[in-house]
């Protein structure tokens, strides 16, 4: 089946440590796309990605890091930087970056400092 | 820049209750609108959408109209049910920023 997958669905981090999220499309997508979301409040954008090999920073970069080498895998990176990471992320995709585009969402990955 | 702004929640209602949750936005140019749900523990899913003024997105018998003139896209479902209780993300996206930019959401809690 067509879709996105994001994984792990739970995660755990260590102060300190950095922890990579994965996320996949095989919908021939263009455009990627990571929000956070925290517990009660909506989603904030942290960075978005147009096309393979280009992306661009969203409202709460800092912190973390991404890259798009191939066009199905948008992996995003929680570096030691960000001081308040346990959240619910979510990965998200659209045909193109085209407002009006429907952007269809993964299942979402839970991490949490230990 | 670009912002939505959601009635508060929770939402209470009984079944089959009229259900309306306002929305309003700030954007520049012509955005498209759209409504997501978000069950417990998941992502979003896409509820309905409209790309230019005066469109109607339906879906499951939710509905929203774009209007450019009061710059809202209020949700509206003529009886709800207990299985739509959830929360609602009104969302837009211009040309100015190609990523949804989110309200904070609203929580419907629907009571048998």
């Known amino acids: 089946d067509g879709g996105i997958t994001q994984s792990p669905k739970y995660l755990f981090r260590k102060e300190g440590q950095n922890v990579t999220l994965s996320c996949e499309q095989n919908?021939?997508?263009?455009?990627m796309y990571w929000y956070r979301q925290d517990p009660g409040q909506g989603l904030r954008l942290i960075y978005y990605?147009?096309?393979?090999?280009?992306?661009q920073k969203g409202d709460i970069a800092e912190g973390y890091s991404v890259s798009r080498e191939k066009k199905e895998s948008f992996p995003l990176t929680v570096t030691s930087a960000q001081k308040n990471p346990t959240a619910f992320y979510l990965c998200?995709?659209?045909?193109?970056?085209?407002?009006?585009?429907?952007?269809?969402f993964g299942e979402g990955s839970w991490l949490t400092v230990v | 820049g670009d912002s939505v702004t959601q009635m508060e929640g929770p939402v209470t209602l009984s079944e089959e209750a009229f259900l309306t949750i306002n929305c309003t936005y700030t954007?520049?140019?012509?955005?498209?609108l759209f409504w997501y749900v978000q069950y417990p523990g998941e992502g979003l899913q896409l509820l309905l959408k409209?790309?230019?003024?005066?469109d109607k997105g339906s879906n499951k018998g939710f509905e929203a109209t774009y209007r450019k003139e009061t710059t809202s896209f209020h949700l509206e479902k003529g009886s709800v049910q207990v299985s739509d209780s959830a929360v609602y993300f009104c969302?837009?996206?211009?040309?100015?920023?190609?990523?949804?930019?989110f309200g904070s959401g609203t929580r419907l809690q629907v009571q048998p």
């Open positions: 919908l021939n997508h263009d455009a």
């Open positions: 969302a837009l996206s211009s040309t100015g920023r190609r990523a949804l930019t």
């Open positions: 409209a790309t230019k003024a005066d």
């Open positions: 998200a995709s659209s045909a193109t970056g085209t407002p009006g585009n429907t952007i269809y």
């Open positions: 954007a520049t140019g012509y955005p498209s």
């Open positions: 990605s147009q096309i393979v090999n280009d992306f």
